[in-house]
T-cell receptor, first 114, second 112 residues
Framework: GESVGLHLPTLSVQEGDNSIINCAYSNSASDYFIWYKQESGKGPQFIIDIRSNMDKRQGQRVTVLLNKTVKHLSLQIAATQPGDSAVYFCAENPMNSGNTPLVFGKGTRLSVIA | DGGITQSPKYLFRKEGQNVTLSCEQNLNHDAMYWYRQDPGQGLRLIYYSQIVNDFQKGDIAEGYSVSREKKESFPLTVTSAQKNPTAFYLC???????????FGSGTRLTVV
């Protein structure tokens, strides 16, 4: 498959453990944040999003936490599985506008050890 | 099924040649985007279009051109002016930014 990031930060976790992927964003005016998962050779897939009026949102096995004070976003994956191995990107909407292009972080590679 | 289709999956370009990457969506989305992805870097915005017959430059537009003649189509041309075109190109669309983007599966462009 294609490599989407040869020099990305890497997080290695044991299968069944919880994973926490962090992201620092740059614009204090950003009001919408998204986490994407990208498997090798594929396009990014939406995982979960959160608006700035929330500090936590839960999905199926995933939780996103938002700390606006320090401009920090995290993605928690419960009971990590081999299929979770991928590159994870955070994205922010910096201008409080529906169609303004999202700004993407550089990504973190998650490797799950079976 | 609704979705966004990029073609071809792999594309090879000779020096000095223009090539066009296709992006088609049947989601009835207004906005479409082109991103470039290089190893070790995030997604960098090339061009985007919020409505038919209108588009704006992104952060790395030099050496690229686009058109938006139809709502469902947003082709990207990599011109000979782009000196380092080898990369993975991603197309995305959205109805409203607050719903996030739907991405295509990408085109891997290689200069030979």
């Amino acid at each position: 498959g294609e490599s989407v990031g040869l020099h990305l930060p890497t997080l290695s976790v044991q299968e069944g453990d919880n994973s926490i992927i962090n992201c620092a964003y740059s614009n204090s005016a950003s009001d919408y944040f998204i986490w994407y998962k990208q498997e090798s050779g594929k396009g990014p897939q939406f995982i979960i999003d959160i608006r700035s009026n929330m500090d936590k949102r839960q999905g199926q096995r995933v939780t996103v936490l938002l700390n606006k004070t320090v401009k920090h976003l995290s993605l928690q994956i419960a009971a990590t599985q081999p299929g979770d191995s991928a590159v994870y990107f955070c994205a922010e909407n910096p201008m409080n506008s529906g169609n303004t292009p999202l700004v993407f972080g550089k990504g973190t590679r998650l490797s799950v050890i079976a | 099924d609704g979705g966004i289709t990029q073609s071809p999956k792999y594309l090879f370009r000779k020096e000095g040649q223009n090539v066009t990457l296709s992006c088609e969506q049947n989601l009835n989305h207004d906005a479409m985007y082109w991103y470039r992805q290089d190893p070790g870097q995030g997604l960098r915005l090339i061009y985007y279009s919020q409505i038919v017959n209108d588009f704006q430059k992104g952060d790395i537009a030099e050496g690229y051109s686009v058109s938006r003649e139809k709502k469902e189509s947003f082709p990207l041309t990599v011109t000979s002016a782009q000196k380092n075109p080898t990369a993975f190109y991603l197309c995305a669309s959205t109805d409203r930014g607050y719903d996030g983007y739907t991405f295509g599966s990408g085109t891997r462009l290689t200069v030979v």
